[in-house]
């Protein structure tokens, strides 16, 4: 068994494809699609939260949309930086991690904070729509109410509540119920 977390769960639904020794996978805070796809419906997002206007919308998306064609342009580059991580870095990170999770013959564990604010739980939302329309069985996903990208939630008073060792057990208790041996 496995798990990877934010960009860690991309690394485990490629492991998914390429390792026949993993029984299980959980899979979480991750999204469904390329990571540029998200940063663009996290600026969405913003706009439609009244946190930018429009324009602004559209010029950072198409800021964006230019940064990734460079980024494509010099796929190995080590040398050349965005978000500081080197093009190559983002090149490896913008295979969609739902082609490699429709790949795998196991159980899979997906986890979501609905106020996940690095990877937008709407995007997640794609792995489990891919799931039924290509008719793969093998899915738990569960998107955890006010949790947000590390299974915290932010009290009142402003503190915040961990909730990881909640989503491990959930997971354990999972994969109990799901062993392949």
């Known amino acids: 068994m496995i798990i990877g977390h934010s960009e860690g769960s991309d690394v485990v639904a490629k ?34 939260e ?62 979501i904070g609905s106020k996940d604010q690095a990877v937008p739980v709407e995007s997640a939302y794609l792995i489990p729509i891919e799931f039924i329309r290509q008719k793969k069985e093998k899915l738990t996903f569960k998107v955890y109410p006010a949790l947000d990208h590390g299974f915290e939630r932010e009290l009142e008073n402003g503190e915040f509540e961990d909730h990881w060792n909640d989503v491990f057990q959930d997971f354990l208790n999972w994969v109990n119920s799901n062993s392949t041996e």
């Not at 026949?20 to 390329?34: Q, R």
């Not at 093009?87 to 159980?107: A, G």
Request: proline share 4%; glycine share 6%.
């Open 15 to 48: 492991l998914g494809v390429i390792n026949n020794n993993i029984t299980n996978i959980g899979y979480w805070s991750g999204s469904g699609n390329t990571q540029f796809y998200d940063f663009t419906l996290l600026i969405r997002k913003d706009v439609i």
């Open 50 to 111: 009244g946190k930018l206007t429009e324009e602004e919308g559209i010029q950072k998306i198409d800021s964006i949309l230019k940064q990734f064609k460079e980024i494509k342009q010099k796929p190995e580059s080590t040398t050349d930086f965005w978000e500081d991580n080197s093009y190559r870095r983002w090149n490896y990170f913008s295979e969609p991690p739902i082609d490699n999770l429709l790949k795998i013959e196991i159980p899979i564990f997906v986890a």
